[in-house]
């Protein structure tokens, strides 16, 4: 009796993982977010920023992706960050039986005073 549990309980978990899924998906390379100059670059640190929302049965959206909301995110974790250098992007989507999650990545080098 404790085995058909068991076997049940597999086969419960295997449908539940079933209904997720995920996507990632390369967006584009940039050298910066906004026009620098090459000869004067001060180099902060690395940084990723985030923007997400959520679509109902996944193409509902609730809110809009925001790329600048993902630049500001990545520049806020370096006091004086002005721009992003090297920029790379991705976007995520994670889906349930009822609802996505998505969710747009920005990272790079941050350049500042």
């Given at each position: 009796?404790?085995?058909?549990?068991?076997?049940?309980?597999?086969?419960?978990?295997?449908?539940?993982?079933?209904?997720?899924?995920?996507?990632?998906?390369?967006?584009?390379?940039?050298?910066?977010?906004?026009?620098?100059?090459?000869?004067n670059l001060n180099v902060l640190?690395?940084?990723?920023?985030?923007?997400?929302?959520?679509?109902?049965?996944?193409?509902?959206?609730?809110?809009?992706?925001?790329?600048?909301?993902?630049?500001?995110?990545?520049?806020?974790?370096?006091?004086?960050?002005?721009?992003?250098?090297?920029?790379?992007?991705?976007?995520?989507?994670?889906?349930?039986?009822?609802?996505?999650?998505?969710?747009?990545?920005?990272?790079?080098?941050?350049?500042?005073?």
């Amino acid at each position: 009796m404790n085995g058909k549990k068991t076997h049940q309980g597999i086969i419960f978990i295997f449908l539940l993982l079933s209904l997720i899924s995920c996507i990632h998906t390369p967006l584009a390379i940039a050298p910066s977010s906004t026009p620098v100059d090459p000869n004067n670059l001060n180099v902060l640190g690395h940084a990723v920023g985030k923007s997400s929302y959520i679509s109902v049965l996944g193409f509902i959206p609730l809110d809009n992706p925001d790329f600048n909301a993902a630049i500001d995110d990545a520049l806020s974790n370096y006091n004086g960050g002005k721009a992003l250098i090297n920029v790379r992007s991705y976007a995520t989507t994670v889906s349930f039986v009822f609802f996505s999650i998505h969710s747009i990545t920005i990272e790079g080098d941050v350049i500042g005073n």
